[in-house]
């Protein structure tokens, strides 16, 4: 009987993976793995999810995924992909239909040159809350924040495209959705003060539906930041 | 007329690349950039290369590459890729003979988490150089070094195959040999006493044309690095 709730330590491992899907790894609140999530259910791509309990990885998952990180997805051939965008390169390659990235060789190397550049702003969506919980001056780091924005900004206006890297939604633009989706609980929204166009582009995403799908409430996020705040992250929270 | 010498700040931009070949951005003597160049030649791809002085960058090459890090491709048609890893996955998919990524969705995602995994054992590299230039105690980087190429030489136990993606080269092979190939630079030669597996890597790599096309002596790497770590790097050493 599938099921939502976390695998901790000490629960029995999962059989095979049925022959018809696949299985992610996942943990509800994770960034990283809503990406995979996002591109599985953009791509229409049958699968099973179960949750892990972070804090107490049960072994059965360490044996399988040795870095014990999610996402991890396993195939029915027992094969075991992690790391979020590797999991979503495999997924692109692997399912033809409902392409996210794009065919040519370059188009796909500029995709990963801003992958590459955004994983550089994730940082500041953990330092500067966790600065400003130790009553620390953040202004520096949400200035730095603030022109990392505005180039993505920059890069929206030039394209005039609605995203990042034409009029539907790319790959990209799921890689780098889930910390805009949590950025009011972050207390980071004023950092898209000044820039219109990205701020447009995640209204349409929200409007996207495998990030209706795959999306949390503001509120859900506050009480499962709050959580982990205070040293017992709620995996299961409104479970 | 073309030479080795790199081009610093003042120097005049190179015109457009010809349109028969690429155009690599590089230093002789960096390992990263090394990586593009066994990829080239393994592939037999026509390449230029115009070495930057990477203390005093051209402004004419950060507009081309704003993060001004070689190695970077330039096409014909003006199109700059950059990060050593994504030029190589663009030159691999650019030019289908030789290939060095596998056919399969998997092939590629376990030479990818590969990859990351080295990722995490570069920085120990320059830890240990350090410490023993500063007269520090090294043995603890050299533990954790030495842990990480057990680690190395069990998945070429566990493979039973000369190299790491099978009997022969592959993408991962290329992307973790400049770092081999400085092991003595680095002071970390020891580090490989008990990995057999993984010495007669090394030795199999040297054997490999590509390899043999890039690599500089030991006496070389020593030279350049002791001018980069004294602060003042000689790009054009042995020039």
Wanted: aromatic share 12%; net charge neutral.
């Amino acid at each position: 009987m599938p099921t939502e709730k976390c695998f901790a330590k000490g629960s029995s491992a999962p059989g095979p993976v049925p022959k018809d899907r696949l299985r992610l790894y996942s943990m509800r609140f994770c960034p990283f793995a809503q990406r995979t999530r996002l591109v599985l259910n953009s791509k229409g791509i049958k699968y099973d999810t179960i949750n892990i309990h972070l804090k107490e990885k049960p072994d059965w998952f360490l044996e399988k995924n040795p870095l014990g990180l999610v996402p991890a997805l396993e195939t029915p051939a027992g094969e075991i992909i992690y790391e979020s965008p590797i999991t979503c390169e495999y997924l692109d390659e692997a399912y033809p239909e409902k392409k996210l990235l794009p065919s040519s060789p370059f188009g796909k190397a500029q995709q990963r040159m801003m992958l590459e550049h955004f994983s550089k702003t994730i940082p500041y969506f953990y330092k500067i809350p966790a600065a400003r919980r130790n009553g620390e001056d953040v202004s520096g780091q949400e200035a730095e924040l603030k022109e990392k924005f505005a180039k993505l900004n920059e890069h929206l206006e030039k394209k005039k495209t609605k995203f990042f890297e034409g009029d539907t939604v790319t790959m990209i633009d799921y890689m780098m959705w889930p910390f805009f989706e949590r950025i009011e609980v972050l207390e980071l929204k004023h950092c898209l003060d000044h820039t219109p166009e990205l701020k447009k582009w995640a209204e349409l995403m929200l409007e996207d539906p495998a990030v209706k799908n795959t999306m949390f409430s503001g509120e859900t996020y506050k009480a499962f930041y709050q959580s982990v705040a205070e040293g017992k992250p709620d995996y299961d929270l409104e479970l | 007329m073309s030479t080795e010498k790199c081009l610093a700040e003042g120097s005049p931009a190179p015109g457009p690349v010809p349109q028969d070949r690429l155009r690599l951005y590089s230093m002789r003597f960096c390992p990263f950039a090394q990586r593009t160049r066994l990829v080239l030649h393994a592939k037999g791809i026509k390449f230029d290369t115009i070495n930057i002085h990477l203390k005093q960058k051209p402004g004419w090459f950060l507009e081309k590459n704003p993060d001004g890090l070689v190695p970077v491709i330039e096409t014909p048609a003006g199109e700059v890729v950059c990060e050593s890893h994504i030029t190589s996955e663009y030159l691999d998919e650019v030019y289908p003979e030789k290939k060095l990524l596998p056919a399969t969705p998997f092939g590629r995602a376990e030479q990818k988490m590969l990859l990351e995994h080295f990722s995490k054992i570069i920085p120990n590299f320059f830890k240990i150089s350090s410490a023993k230039r500063k007269g520090d105690d090294a043995s603890g980087f050299e533990a954790e070094l030495k842990e990480k190429f057990t680690k190395l030489n069990e998945r070429l136990v566990k493979r039973k195959t000369s190299f790491f993606g099978g009997d022969t080269i592959t993408l991962i092979d290329y992307m973790m040999w400049p770092f081999f190939e400085r092991l003595e630079m680095f002071g970390a030669q020891r580090c490989l006493d008990h990995t057999p597996e993984l010495k007669k890597w090394t030795e199999r790599m040297l054997e490999d044309p590509a390899v043999k096309a890039t690599i500089h002596s030991t006496d070389h790497h020593k030279a350049f690095f002791k001018s980069y770590q004294d602060g003042e790097p000689d790009y054009d050493y042995g020039l």
